[in-house]
């Protein structure tokens, strides 16, 4: 009894601190829809920078249509998109071309091969970066969405703050209830190791990045090891992130709540298959780091839902509610700045984190048996995933060191995705 007791009441003391690490979150974030869509007084001499959109697309004929009207629709000055047509074999193509022949803002890059080392992703975006000629260069998917003014305020936002690198969290827009609640939770689990405060301080190595919305300083990412350093990492968001910190770069993350849109995965199923390609390099393709994650889930469940009832205290029970309850009404409010998510779901945010170490124990396994990952209609060897893994979480475990502003570092840099 004494031992239920101890693990409910240790468990309910977790989840107030996480309450509390939640709460400090929400009043850090910074929401795009609430910024100005002027450039700051006196800044830039009153004009807008051109800013390049490069939008990497392969096979999205079903996405890349709606995504584009929703560029076309950018209220935004200064401005070019460049389509990378990735090896696509449907009509994503055809598509691409047909839009850029009725603007002339819109151009089209074609890619039929895939260079030895490379993911495809990170190739695309590579190409399409070399063609570009604007100050800030756009990092986008072919199934995101932008409200009209959502880049005049971004850009707006970096200027004033000098920024070299910003990222836009979107928001994630889920059908199920199933799928709003997994989402949900990998929102806040990302939530619990990345300070927002943290990521303007350049004497920080913290580094995040969102791959439906990357905006970089063209003469800071020129400075920088560029998408090649990062050619064959899975979390390429993160991973260009950690290449524009070493390269000096002081950044930001915003969330994007109405303004910068993106259906991840239309069903839980999907989103299960789909972390397929990124669920185990997450956790550095290491199954002691999953089965870590899984057994401390699993005793915080039972901390919850079944030590209190073993201790048979009315008080710890009390207690152990009274405590999840805070903690879910602090994720509720912190939800509702990320993403659009029914009440209801709120409420099995306390099984659902058990669960997501099994989706990623899954994707490992997977991994193991395939000896290595299937992307883009790619094959990629684990062994070489592993090998030039470049994004590290090692300084979420140990203390900070201060940062240098040098590309040739080798430190491990803090990296959330």
């Known amino acids: 009894m004494l031992t239920f007791t101890i693990l409910s009441v240790l468990t309910a003391l977790l989840f107030l601190v996480l309450a509390v690490r939640t709460q400090i979150f929400n009043k850090s974030v910074i929401m795009l829809r609430d910024l100005p869509d002027e450039l700051p007084e006196g800044q830039n001499n009153g004009v807008w920078p051109k800013v390049s959109i490069v939008v990497p697309a392969c096979n999205e004929s079903n996405t890349i249509k709606d995504a584009a009207e929703s560029l076309l ?31 002339s803002r819109f151009k089209t890059v074609h890619i039929t091969s895939l260079p030895n080392g490379w993911l495809g992703k990170t190739h695309a975006m590579s190409k399409g970066i070399e063609s570009v000629t604007g100050e800030y260069i756009l990092l986008t998917d072919a199934d995101v969405h932008f409200a009209p003014r959502a880049l005049k305020k971004a850009v707006g936002y970096s200027i004033q703050n000098q920024l070299d690198f910003l990222t836009v969290i979107p928001d994630l827009i889920a059908k199920s209830f199933s799928l709003q609640v997994m989402m949900g939770q990998l929102y806040h689990m990302a939530s619990l190791f990345f300070d927002i405060r943290r990521l303007n301080d350049p004497r920080k190595k913290v580094c995040y990045g969102q791959g439906a919305f990357l905006l970089l300083k063209q003469k800071t990412y020129a400075r920088s ?3 090649e350093w990062i050619k064959m990492d899975v979390i390429d968001d993160s991973g260009l992130a950690l290449t524009m910190r070493r390269a000096g770069a002081k950044m930001g993350a915003i969330a994007g709540r109405n303004e910068v849109q993106l259906e991840w995965y239309p069903s839980l199923r999907t989103m299960i298959r ?13 199954l ?67 669960f997501l170490p099994l989706i990623f124990l899954r994707a490992a396994i997977l991994a193991k048996i395939r000896r290595g990952i299937y992307w883009r209609g790619t094959f990629y060897p684990l062994e070489d995933l592993k090998r030039n893994q470049r994004m590290k979480f090692v300084n979420l475990v140990f203390p900070e060191q201060k940062s240098t502003t040098s590309t040739a570092s080798a430190e491990p840099y803090e990296a959330v995705n």
């Open 288 to 354: 002691a780091v999953i089965l870590g994650a899984l057994t401390v889930t699993t005793i915080i469940g039972a901390g919850i839902w079944v030590f209190p009832f073993l201790s048979r205290s009315p008080y710890v029970i009390a207690f152990t509610v009274a405590s999840l309850a805070i903690y879910l009404i602090v994720v509720a409010r912190q939800l509702h700045l990320m993403m659009p998510i029914r009440r209801r779901c709120i409420v099995f945010m306390s099984v659902a984190f058990v």
């Open 225 to 227: 090891e560029g998408l």
């Open 274 to 286: 789909g972390l397929e390609k990124n669920g185990f390099a997450l956790c550095q393709y290491s």
């Open 73 to 103: 629709a950018l209220d935004y000055p200064n401005l070019e998109v460049v389509f990378v047509n990735d090896r696509s074999t449907d009509q994503t193509g055809e598509i691409i071309d047909r839009i850029a022949a009725r603007d």
